[in-house]
């Protein structure tokens, strides 16, 4: 009996999971982020396979380098200069607007 043979939608979904970039993975990890944000307004391009994002995070202070931390750790991400933005009044910082744009390879 001849074998099936996948399709091309099919061949870059599996080929995506192998390089751990797979559309629901990413999407899995982008929401995470939401815990420790007060807003996350991040778009993922691709279909089937990511081929980027990018967006804004707003952030509390204190959860800054956790969220940071989450991202530069999701797989086969490669960044243009991420870029914080204090918002506030000085010595009194509220937030933190984090903003992103990545390459998924």
């Known amino acids: 009996m001849a074998t099936k043979k996948a399709r091309g939608s099919e061949k870059m979904s599996g080929s995506s999971k192998k390089a751990g970039g797979s559309q629901s993975s990413l999407a899995a990890r ?3 982020l939401s815990k420790g944000a007060l807003s996350n307004d991040i778009l993922v391009r691709g279909t089937p396979r990511p081929d980027a994002f990018k967006g804004t ?3 509390k202070p204190s959860a800054a ?3 940071l931390n989450k991202l ?3 797989p086969g991400a490669q960044y243009k200069p991420v870029q914080l933005f ?3 009044q000085p ?3 509220d937030q933190i607007v ?3 744009d990545a390459k998924i390879r």
């Open 30 to 32: 982008l929401q995470a």
């Open 57 to 59: 995070i707003t952030v």
């Open 65 to 67: 380098g956790g969220v």
């Open 72 to 74: 530069l750790k999701i």
């Open 86 to 88: 204090p918002k506030g």
């Open 91 to 93: 010595p009194a910082i």
């Open 98 to 100: 984090i903003k992103v």
